[in-house]
């Protein structure tokens, strides 16, 4: 299924690394439907990279499985990329060069010129097709990498905190793009961020996760129309619900407080049942 948006299950997941054998992940489920953008939010160390890992099959999970688009998930696919913090970029190519890697890798020779002439005018980078990319700034390179991630039309991207290292405006101009480059071509799209405003800028919904061992403890819907824009009133109620249920999940929130509640899991875990759960405020 080229081009179209993954389907992803992730059923009972535990990890526990070997070396420490301390439990990360407990008891991991949620579904994400095609063509849908989900945030992983939560604090350094509650175990967002390790699930994002698992999901990729660029590690396996100690107990429970992975399902992309009904297949269990036991390493890395073409049907699937993830993006970094750092863009890891071939600093001895072009910025042609390195859009075309995977494409290359994957042996699609054919049209692959065509390919990364339309990835280069996507991310707007057609003028710096032939600069050597140590020569661009650090979202420049960004969007280099973010291009290579979709030349190959993967169904579904990972992102691990990858605007995280840029300032603000760059950061922002991205998650813009990411968002409406994902939504027009029905990816679906995963990521990490510790960042509020960047979950409400981009996805339709976060799982918010605690440490100790990581776990799933709110799933919170990001019911926005059109393109985000952080001034509005809609944003900023977005991310007082968003923020409400993060501190609540959290323990952080003073008991005094109305709060927003967040609807606690087990979340469904079957295909059919694919209603998502609305946040709802508690009167003082
Ligand atoms: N290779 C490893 N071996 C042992 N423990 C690890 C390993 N990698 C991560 N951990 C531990 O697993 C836990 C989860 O780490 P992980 O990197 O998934 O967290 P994170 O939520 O992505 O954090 P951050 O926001 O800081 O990137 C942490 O306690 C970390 O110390
Ligand atoms: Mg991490």
Known sequence: MKGQGAHIAVEKVSHRYRRTALQVLDDIAFEVQPGQCVALVGRSGCGKSTLLHILCGLMSASTGNVYIDGARVSGPSSDWVMMFQAPSLLPWMSVRGNVGLGLRFAGRREGLQARVDEMLDLVDLTAFADRNVQDLSGGQQQRVAFARSLAPEPDLLLLDEPFSALDTFTRHALQRDVRRIVKERGLTLVFVTHDINEAVMMADRALIMAPDPGRIVADIPIDLDGE???????????????????????????????????????MPTTRASVAQPKVQRISA
């Open 228 to 266: 985000r824009a952080s001034g509005t009133p809609a944003f900023a109620a977005a991310r007082e619900a968003l923020l409400g249920a993060y501190e609540s999940a959290s323990g952080l929130a003073n008991p005094d407080d109305p709060v927003v509640a967040p609807t606690l899991l087990p």
